[in-house]
């Protein structure tokens, strides 16, 4: 399937699983933004700010760690960070309650600091698993987690939510992340372990080779675009364009499904055409659909295929950003690199949701206001990407012919 064996397959079905159970606890807490924001009562604005406390909390504790990445037993992190994942979220809904929207960033940052190292180690396990010329099929299959989050998880959430209260998705999702735990144990080989025995070459000489900092600026960029708008696209389209709340279920679904089958496509484009080709369509396709959307009201196309196509570029880009960063590092130096993605792509989803927390405001109807600002940087942001990409891969073959030239 997809030109896969058997087991690099069942490597990418447990890391999808892995990161289904991190997204959705991620994904989950925006579009129950306005549920928990009334409950609370907490200022809509303010959601942005409860999305960076996880991203900061996550980017940090990746940045303090990548160095031990490649010298401990990567299962066994990654097992101990679902656990603590899943205890995380069960505590949440008691902290909102008790200490409001300061207990929800104490309980958003406890979950960074699990849900941020269980990323990177998910990613450096699938990379260790396949060899480079799939890994754009295996990374198309294991980012298909945020679609399935987005068709299955975010809308069960909403719904438990709706039948409930905003409580009820989080310890869901708690007694979730304890089962696929038991799943990670079993489905990750022991084999697949720590490879690095010699001296850390030191973070600042690491992360200043000019290729390990192209990858991650393309990691970097391509969150940072995204997350000026997602943490507010739940309360825009309830409060700007009036889309019903108990739709909002079939709006992530129907986004969720597309997205799903565009990443599979995506992925088996980029090992074949290559990185750029793929920067550059993708690039201009997030263009067009996010100026639809968030540059005219009403809209002039359907919202349910507007945010469908949002949801299916941005998507294949993370695919892209992904896979160009696992070509840079070593088979000994791939945890630390994949540790210092994760504190960059978090970094990049924070920037991005403090950004739009800042930039918006509300009016006395609920509504966000600055959004064509919002857009403008959006659009300047989403441009990095393809030049990054550009730049990237020039840098790779030049070191690949470099051993040649000097023969």
């Known amino acids: 399937m997809f030109g896969l064996t058997r087991f690099e397959l069942q490597m990418a079905l447990v890391v999808l699983l892995i990161q289904f159970v991190n997204i959705v606890d991620f994904m989950m807490v925006m579009p129950l933004g306005p549920d928990f924001a009334i409950a609370l009562n907490i200022p809509v604005g303010s959601l942005g700010v409860i999305t960076a406390a996880y991203v900061s909390a996550a980017a940090t504790i990746t940045f303090a ?46 979950a960074g600091l699990f849900g941020g190292p269980a990323t990177s180690l998910a990613l450096t396990v699938l990379a260790d698993a396949i060899p480079a010329a799939k890994r754009g099929r295996a990374n198309g299959i294991a980012s298909g987690a945020f679609s399935v989050s987005a068709v299955v998880g975010v809308p069960f959430g909403l719904e438990l939510a709706r039948l409930g209260d905003w ?33 850390w070459p030191g973070t600042r000489q690491f992360l200043s080779r000019r290729k390990t900092a192209l990858a991650l600026a393309v990691v970097f960029v391509t969150p940072l675009s995204g997350f000026l708008f997602i943490p507010n696209m739940a309360a825009y389209f309830q409060f700007n364009l009036g889309y019903p709340r108990e739709l909002m279920g079939l709006l992530y679904a129907t986004g969720g499904t597309c997205a799903l089958f ?47 196509g949002l949801m299916i570029f941005n998507s294949a880009r993370n695919v892209l950003a992904n896979t160009a960063s696992s070509l840079v590092p070593t088979p000994d ?44 940087l959006y659009l300047i942001i989403l441009s990095f990407q393809p030049i990054l990409t550009y730049v990237l891969t020039r840098t790779l073959k030049s070191e690949q012919s470099a051993p040649i030239d000097a023969a």
Request: net charge positive; hydrophobic share 50%.
């Open 333 to 376: 130096e791939r945890g630390a690199h994949m540790a210092f993605q994760g504190t960059v792509r978090h970094l990049g989803t924070g920037v991005g949701a403090v950004a739009g927390a800042f930039l918006l405001e509300t009016d006395g109807d609920g509504r966000l206001l600055n959004i064509p600002t919002l857009l403008g």
């Open 262 to 308: 565009s990443m599979q496509i995506a992925g088996l484009a980029i090992d074949r055409f290559g990185l750029l080709p793929a920067a550059l369509i993708l690039g201009a396709g997030a263009a067009v659909i996010a100026t639809l959307l968030f540059g005219f009201n009403p809209l002039l196309a359907p919202i349910l295929l507007l945010f469908s």
């Open 167 to 199: 409580t009820l998705p989080f310890e869901a999702l708690g007694i979730l992340a304890l089962v696929v735990s038991l799943f990670a144990w079993w489905g990750i080989p022991k084999h697949l372990q720590t490879r690095r025995l010699g001296q």
């Open 65 to 110: 760690t990548a160095r031990y990445m490649d010298r401990l037993p990567r299962r066994e992190l990654l097992v101990g960070c679902l656990i603590g994942l899943g205890m995380t979220a069960l505590i949440t809904p008691t902290l909102g309650q008790t200490f409001g929207l300061n207990g929800l960033l104490l309980g958003r940052s406890l």
